[in-house]
């Protein structure tokens, strides 16, 4: 059964409204919750595993919230996972123990139990361990070690846990089952059933629950996981990272791999790489050769062995694609950073913006994206928005080219831009952006973007999304002021203001702030399914009326942005920003860089050619772009009109 993560009605009822960097949970129907996962939840249980022994998680160990399920009744629940053969080991592999996460201690009669098939009643167990009603912790695991060791048949075996939910005083009581949701869904992973439901239900999802396994289990074994689209140009080769996690008993030491490409399986290759503990990760570089041709290349790599042995897992391909380009063009990052004034936290953002604009300027586009708290009204707060704000799950965060989550302090933020400005990128593009009138009476900002591929793909997915800008915003009355949680606190040079300012602070001037945005989420089509081609240059225009916006103070102060995204996965790949002229502005400045030079005479050469479009090629406003433009922005030049 699918359910839906947020529903139509409940995205717009919450009007940019998130909660405050910590774990909030939502109703959308009787039987679904949700609420983001305490870091300490996965912390080692209770019961140590013995040698020949580990404790395995059936949760997703990547996931970022927890979902909760139940029936809103104080009855009785039974939860079952499911245990293949061969899950962990080639060989013979035995449950002995269970570890269960409950979300209220409202609860009595708890047993664990082993059956080799969904039980219909208690009879079936094949062994049942009942803990004291006491013992049991809420928002812990509860940890038991079976008598017995359990060797999983052919046909598998299931696991699971038996309850009595005895009030709703708790309102976790309501729903007291937690589980977790991703691609990496097990099948079979999470089973339940309650006094009032008779019949065992297959949730979408895996049971937060831990189990002891032990006999002939997998020693050298490494899982890996796909790997995010990269770039790369002809005759270099770009690292990419990969996450790998230790599927068995010994630490890793160094893995061997091979990449296949168009069916040809490159040698065998060995890095050294350190894992140390049973389902731990690591992210290790992986360096893939840019290929002949200008275009996307599927890639599977394959973990062969691990410690020199061959790897034992059943995981152990994962497949991305390297996108050879035949230019690299400069990346420009986006950091798109979402605070709020009633957010205590988001002063570390707006340092950790400042200090990234003091280092790296126009270099980088920053966005402060204003949300609401529960309590507290925040002036800025951007509708525009709310797509990407429910994702952003916590504040104050951020995410680099939508790409990388980051926290946006000034001790982390500045070095990972460094990182993202280094970046092969396999488009460019260029933004004009004027008024529709005289600054004073202009209600429109009429934007023109041109974005350049340097690479061929028919299948190509490309959109294009606008922001407009603010700096120097202020306002008086308490939603202004700032909530700062970091008053008299000691810590770095970079948060020293606000170490010494009050825990609300008055007279902030806030800058980068979006005021308007347009196909923020995945941007307007511009591939119109035709793809891309190397050199290849597409336009796209679009309207941003401002007119009874609020936030626009000074008009002098704003500054537009066009976003380039790769449509199949949302992400960001190159980003350019400008200031807002008028027409007359304009004049010359075919390309809209703030320069009229050379490369405005380029801009107008390519438009006669039929390679590009640019709106203000028209310098001598004739009609016509012809040689008679390039005179004209030469005469610009030598000082002339």
Known sequence: MKKQLLSLAFAISCCATVAQAESFSHDESSTLNYKFINPSAARTPVVNAGEGQVWWANYDLDASTMYITGTDIA???DAAVFIPKGLLSNGN???DG???????????NVKVWVCPFLPASPNDWVETVELADTAIKKDKFNDVAFTNHHLIPQDGLYVGVTFEVTSLNDADAKKPL???????????SFFYKTASKLKWTDIEGNAYVKVLFGGDLNKNAVDVKPF??????????????????NMGTADVESISYTITTDGITSEEITKAVTIKGFQTKESTEIDFAGDTEPKAYNKTLTITKVNGQPNESANNKAVGQIITVTNTYQATPVVEVFVGTGFSSSPSALAGMAKTQEKYGDQVVLIAVHCKDM??????????????????????????DREYIVYPSPSFLPSTVASALKRTVPAKISLQAEWNDDVETATDIKLSSFSEFSYNDEKANYGVAYVILADGLKGTGSEWEQKNGYSGESGSEDMKFWREAPSSVAGIEYDHVAIAAKDIFSGADICEKEGVKVGEQIANTSTISIAGNQLVQDKSKLSAVALLIDRSNNQIVNAAKVNIKTAKDAIGDVNGDG????????????????????????VNGDGTVDVADISSVISIMAGGK
């Open 178 to 188: 937690a589980f977790t949701k991703s691609d990496a869904n097990r099948e079979n």
């Open 93 to 95: 592999m035995t449950v």
């Open 98 to 108: 269970f570890s269960f996460y409950p979300l209220t201690d409202c609860v009595k």
């Open 228 to 245: 995010p689209t990269s770039y790369v140009a002809k005759g270099e080769s770009v690292s990419v990272p990969v996450t790998l996690r």
């Open 375 to 400: 309590n507290h009204d925040d002036p800025m707060a951007i509708d525009d928005y709310l797509p990407l704000i429910y994702n952003a799950q916590t504040i104050p965060t951020s995410f680099l």
């Open 75 to 77: 009855e009785r629940y």
């Open 595 to 618: 320069t009229i030079d050379v490369a405005d005479i380029s801009a107008i050469i390519s438009v006669m050619a039929g390679t590009a479009e640019y709106i203000n090629a028209d």
